[in-house]
């Protein structure tokens, strides 16, 4: 059953934490995005990557950091350097990763709900 | 840069009711335009696309939406609601050649029997 899957579906974090949340694919798609949703301003972009070993900042990248060893998985690390990070965090990945990609369908995962402490 | 605005944050309509959700963007050039459904605490699911073509695009679930680039338009459109169209709707425009979905603040719809 293909699909995106995100974890943990809660977490819960201490001031002065890191954590790290889980986004695993096996879509086989190129690209992988991590976005923040917080209520009433949708959807912000906080880092992509549309290959294996690169990636790119989105529009909130501050106190958060990515990895992507592998085209499957993309996890973000939630710093103690994120000054509000309670939020609703999503994963998507696209087929392609290039720019030609551009009219790909974004798949997203279930999401992660994180509440600090 | 690019930038979606949702007019309307939240929609009561009742059942069976028609329902407009409304969408502008603000840069004309090459886009695409999308729309996303998301129920409570879930991830986001494509409703519809508008890649070329035909300027309306059908989408699942009865739901359709007119591209209109002389208004910068993208609104959504259904002709009788059910109770399980109630959901958070986004807006989403992507630039040629930009990798970056931008997002709509997103639209509340409430169905009320």
């Known amino acids: 059953d293909g699909g995106i899957t995100q974890s943990p579906k809660y977490l819960f974090r201490k001031e002065g934490q890191n954590v790290t949340l889980s986004c695993e694919q096996n879509?086989?798609?190129?690209?992988m995005y991590w976005y923040r949703q917080d209520p009433g301003q949708g959807l912000r972009l906080i880092y992509y990557?549309?290959?294996?070993?690169?990636?790119q900042k989105g529009d909130i990248a501050e106190g958060y950091s990515v990895s992507r060893e592998k085209k499957e998985s993309f996890p973000l690390t939630v710093t103690s350097a994120q000054k509000n990070p309670t939020a609703f965090y999503l994963c998507?990945?696209?087929?392609?990763?290039?720019?030609?990609?551009?009219?790909?369908?974004?798949?997203f995962g279930p999401g992660t709900r994180l509440t600090v402490l | 840069a690019q930038s979606v605005t949702q007019l309307d944050s939240q929609v009561p309509v009742f059942e069976e009711a028609p329902v407009e959700l409304r969408c502008n963007y603000s840069?004309?050039?090459?886009?695409?335009l999308f729309w996303y459904v998301q129920y409570p605490n879930q991830g986001l699911q494509l409703l519809l696309k508008?890649?070329?073509?035909?300027?309306l695009v059908k989408g699942i679930n009865g739901f359709e939406a007119e591209f209109n680039k002389s208004q910068t338009s993208f609104h959504l459109r259904k002709p009788s609601v059910h109770i399980s169209d109630t959901a958070e709707y986004f807006c989403?425009?992507?630039?040629?050649?930009?990798?970056?979905?931008?997002f709509g603040q997103g639209t509340r719809l409430t169905i009320n029997p």
């Open positions: 998507a990945s696209t087929v392609t990763g290039t720019s030609g990609g551009t009219t790909d369908t974004q798949y």
């Open positions: 879509l086989n798609h190129d690209a």
């Open positions: 990557s549309q290959i294996v070993n690169d990636f």
């Open positions: 840069s004309s050039v090459s886009v695409y």
């Open positions: 508008y890649l070329s073509g035909s300027t």
């Open positions: 989403a425009v992507i630039t040629d050649g930009l990798p970056k979905l931008v």
